[in-house]
């Protein structure tokens, strides 16, 4: 039996979760137990906090001067006194306490379940990409790697997906997160781009770093989503993943015929794009997640409303969660889509 203690944005983790194809499921507020044969890939899901497999007390091996790590303060002193532990941590649920990561030990306890922790989200990665890269900006979209790498196993969808030779492809590449998510995963990249100068300048940065992937390819080319599609070498893509267009910025002075017309702005564009990828790669035939903007400050779902219509008229299966992805004090989320 194995364990995930989810992240913040639990819809999209269950929907994660199901890449490994979880029998026996139980989720209990923000963790979950199930039976997998595919163990090997948890260490892929961004979805999670930490994850590992349950044990029985005849299993446990301890070194008295190994630092234990846990987040039931009963079950910690028990340990000390049965095994003689000389320091323990009480540790929150959806926490890294780099300590007990880097040189203890962590067992979770719940109901007298046992869950040693096995392994932890790729928070190095993550911060490497988001706050180190030479060029950023508020007014493109600052998408998190951590949703990013989310967003790359939601378009993959299943294990069977999992392969060596995986190649993404982001058309609103930008400062190209999702690139350097993709290839710190091992996975070959596609990027493109109206404007590509700035992923070009944090690709420079981005191979000088420890998680670069020199033997996965990273190919940039100039592109408007407006446009058809065209290159041959398009037609490897397994995953399209990206942060699409956000629409024009808002505050709290903009005024509701003013979010209907940043909504049918924001339409027209993915209109075309949804056109051209179907007339590309066919309906039902690529895997993809890209968000779109939510309105926080509009009462209007129209462009969800007619975003899904057109998807459904391409007859291209797909699926919108529930979840709203936002940041505090922000006026625009994101929402996603998937196709099925």
């Known amino acids: 039996m194995y364990f995930v203690v989810f992240g913040k944005n639990i819809e999209l983790s269950k929907i994660e979760l199901n890449i490994l194809n979880p029998s026996n499921l139980k989720i209990v507020g923000n963790v979950a137990f199930f039976e997998t044969d595919n163990y090997d890939f948890l260490s892929k899901l961004s979805g999670i906090v930490k994850y590992g497999k349950l044990i029985n007390e005849n299993e446990f091996v301890f ?15 028990y340990i000390k006194k049965k095994y003689g532990i000389k320091r323990y941590k009480i540790i929150g649920l959806q926490n890294t306490d780099l ?9 979770l306890n719940f ?16 911060s490497n990409i988001d706050y180190d890269k030479s060029i950023s900006g508020m007014n493109v979209g600052m998408m998190p790697s951590k949703l990013t790498h989310l967003m790359i196993n939601l378009g993959i969808f299943s294990s069977d997906n999992f392969v060596n030779n995986l190649s993404i492809y982001d058309p609103f590449v930008g ?27 944090n690709l420079k940065w981005r191979n000088e770093t420890n998680f670069v992937n020199n033997d996965k390819k990273f190919t940039l080319y100039k592109h408007d989503v407006n446009d058809l599609f065209k290159k041959s070498f ?8 990206s942060e699409g267009f ?14 209907i017309n940043n909504q049918k702005k924001v339409l027209e564009l993915y209109k075309r794009f949804f056109d051209n990828v179907i007339a590309f790669w066919g309906k039902n035939n690529i895997n993809l997640c890209i968000t779109f903007p939510y309105y926080l400050e509009s009462d209007s779902n129209f462009l969800e409303t007619e ?3 057109h998807i459904k008229n391409l007859g291209q299966k797909f699926f919108v969660p529930k979840t709203i992805y936002h940041r505090k004090k922000q006026l625009v989320g994101r929402k996603f889509i998937i196709f099925e």
């Open 234 to 241: 398009l037609k490897n893509v397994n995953v399209i993943v």
């Open 246 to 259: 956000l629409g024009p910025l808002v505050s709290r002075k903009t005024k509701k015929h003013e979010y």
């Open 307 to 309: 975003l899904s219509f």
């Open 99 to 107: 300590e007990i990561k880097n040189k203890g030990i962590e067992i």
């Open 111 to 126: 109901d007298g379940k046992c869950c040693l922790v096995k392994g932890y989200q790729n928070i190095d990665l993550y």
């Open 63 to 77: 070194d008295p001067k190994v630092i234990l790590g846990t987040n039931n303060l009963d079950f910690a002193n």
């Open 175 to 201: 400062f190209g997160t999702t690139g350097f998510v993709a290839n710190g995963l091992g996975y070959n990249f596609i990027g493109s781009d109206i404007n590509i100068s700035s992923v070009k300048k």
